[in-house]
């Protein structure tokens, strides 16, 4: 089973893509980007859903240092600027979403 890791701030939306994905994949959330730089390095995930803004390290700041990048980076955000768009180039991120629902996530990793 492919390993997921859920990085975003809101517990809420959090719980709602677990919920959605239990049973398709071995998943572990985080909520910081603190925790996320850790989790990359020990849980290694095959699919990373990362909501760029978290708190301690934005999402881009862990990528960017991170040596790990899992093989599907799936990106949220609510703002996106040219910065942004170009750290999503350069950091090899292969999705991006604007404030998704679960349900669009979900569509998203079945596609």
Do not use: W
């Not at 390095?41 to 862990?62: A, C, E, F, Q, S």
């Not at 899992?70 to 090899?92: D, K």
């Amino acid at each position: 089973m492919q390993k997921l890791l859920i990085a975003d701030s809101s517990d809420i939306f959090a719980s709602a893509l677990e919920s959605a994905l239990t049973g398709q994949f071995q998943i572990v959330t985080c909520a910081d980007g603190d925790t996320l730089l850790e989790l990359l390095h020990t849980y290694r995930p095959d699919v990373l859903i990362l909501n760029l803004m978290l708190p301690y390290k934005d999402g881009l700041t862990v990528l960017q240092e991170s040596a790990y990048q899992p093989p599907l980076i799936i990106a949220n955000t609510m703002h996106v600027n040219a910065y942004v768009e170009r750290s999503i180039v350069a950091l090899g991120i292969d999705y991006v979403m604007i404030s998704p629902s679960v349900s669009a996530v979900v569509l998203r990793l079945q596609d």
